[in-house]
């Protein structure tokens, strides 16, 4: 038996602190890797890379704050405004069934609200930091990295450019979305569902855990499937069949890996910082 419950809100300051800390340890185990391959490939740069990590974690910090600030506030307003996210939760606390045209809507209303604030931000602070960029290297005889940034920056603060960024990514998001929702609701109705350990926690709801197992099935074959639509495309166009097939082998590991280290981090996190909480209520 299964009960549709109703994603009524999120709260914001688990939310964020949550999704900062697993940003944190991805961005910890990234840095990692990266001194490792530099490491072998040129030892004497490995100084260079030690200098890049902390910024590299410093701006994993900053950016989720503000994204997971961003995403769980725009959530909570778009429901109030608009249908929110439902979901079927059987007696085993497994999503059998998530709704596919409000989940849809609303992840791209904020993907393209955050796109139209970067862009803001591109327009107004970008050109003050990228011509500081280009007159220190014109002064260190860098002309043609100099030349070359200007280009980049002239392009993406092309009116066309961001306009083309604001429609695309509300068209991009909406579709990718729908195809995932739809490929989760064939895996729920077969019994493979993402498992969720719930818990009451007064007018919340707590994450308590995520069953790793599920979890990398899940986005295991969401990732797959998007990858070999993506090889078609580039076989299509003309592309290598080592490109596609790379692309496919990607999209495995990447689901896998992915989806076990996200369930294993928040179980983790979840003990040490708490829980995501979040409002359901009965459909």
Same mark, same amino acid.
């Given at each position: 038996?299964?009960?549709?419950?109703?994603?009524?809100?999120?709260?914001?300051?688990?939310?964020?602190?949550?999704?900062?800390?697993?940003?944190?340890?991805?961005?910890?185990?990234?840095?990692?890797?990266?001194?490792?391959?530099?490491?072998?490939?040129?030892?004497?740069?490995?100084?260079?890379?030690?200098?890049?990590?902390?910024?590299?974690?410093?701006?994993?910090?900053?950016?989720?704050?503000?994204?997971?600030?961003?995403? &769980?506030?725009?959530?909570?307003?778009?429901?109030?405004?608009?249908?929110?996210?439902?979901?079927?939760?059987?007696?085993?606390?497994?999503?059998?069934?998530?709704?596919?045209?409000?989940?849809?809507?609303?992840?791209?209303?904020?993907?393209?609200?955050?796109?139209?604030?970067?862009?803001?931000?591109?327009?107004?602070?970008?050109?003050?930091?990228?011509?500081?960029?280009?007159?220190?290297?014109?002064?260190?005889?860098?002309?043609?990295?100099?030349?070359?940034?200007?280009?980049?920056?002239?392009?993406?603060?092309?009116?066309?450019?961001?306009?083309?960024?604001?429609?695309?990514?509300?068209?991009?998001?909406?579709?990718?979305? $729908?195809?995932?929702?739809?490929?989760?609701?064939? $895996?729920?109705?077969?019994?493979?569902?993402?498992?969720?350990?719930?818990?009451?926690?007064?007018?919340?709801?707590?994450?308590?855990?995520?069953?790793?197992?599920?979890?990398?099935?899940?986005?295991?074959?969401?990732?797959?499937?998007?990858?070999?639509? $993506?090889?078609?495309?580039?076989?299509?166009?003309?592309?290598?069949?080592?490109?596609?097939?790379?692309?496919?082998?990607?999209?495995?590991?990447? &689901?896998?890996?992915?989806?076990?280290?996200?369930?294993?981090?928040?179980?983790?996190?979840?003990?040490?910082? &708490?829980?995501?909480?979040?409002?359901?209520?009965?459909?």
């Amino acid at each position: 038996m299964s009960d549709v419950k109703i994603l009524k809100s999120i709260d914001i300051t688990s939310y964020t602190i949550m999704g900062t800390g697993i940003g944190v340890l991805f961005s910890v185990l990234f840095s990692i890797i990266l001194l490792i391959a530099i490491g072998i490939l040129n030892a004497q740069s490995i100084g260079v890379v030690a200098y890049i990590i902390p910024t590299i974690i410093v701006g994993t910090i900053m950016c989720s704050i503000y994204n997971r600030f961003a995403e &769980g506030y725009l959530y909570n307003w778009l429901t109030k405004r608009m249908n929110p996210i439902t979901f079927e939760l059987n007696d085993e606390k497994e999503i059998t069934k998530i709704s596919t045209v409000p989940t849809a809507l609303i992840a791209s209303i904020i993907t393209t609200i955050l796109v139209i604030l970067l862009c803001a931000i591109t327009i107004f602070i970008a050109p003050i930091i990228i011509s500081a960029i280009v007159q220190t290297l014109m002064f260190s005889g860098q002309t043609v990295m100099a030349f070359a940034l200007y280009q980049v920056a002239a392009m993406i603060m092309q009116p066309s450019f961001i306009a083309m960024s604001i429609i695309g990514s509300f068209i991009i998001t909406f579709v990718f979305t $729908l195809i995932a929702t739809y490929i989760y609701n064939l $895996l729920g109705s077969k019994g493979k569902g993402i498992i969720l350990d719930l818990s009451k926690d007064g007018a919340m709801t707590s994450l308590n855990s995520i069953d790793p197992v599920s979890l990398i099935i899940v986005l295991t074959v969401i990732s797959l499937i998007f990858n070999i639509i $993506l090889a078609i495309i580039t076989l299509i166009s003309g592309g290598n069949a080592y490109q596609a097939l790379g692309n496919i082998v990607g999209g495995l590991i990447n &689901g896998v890996i992915g989806g076990g280290l996200l369930a294993i981090f928040y179980n983790f996190l979840a003990t040490k910082l &708490g829980k995501l909480k979040i409002e359901l209520i009965d459909n």
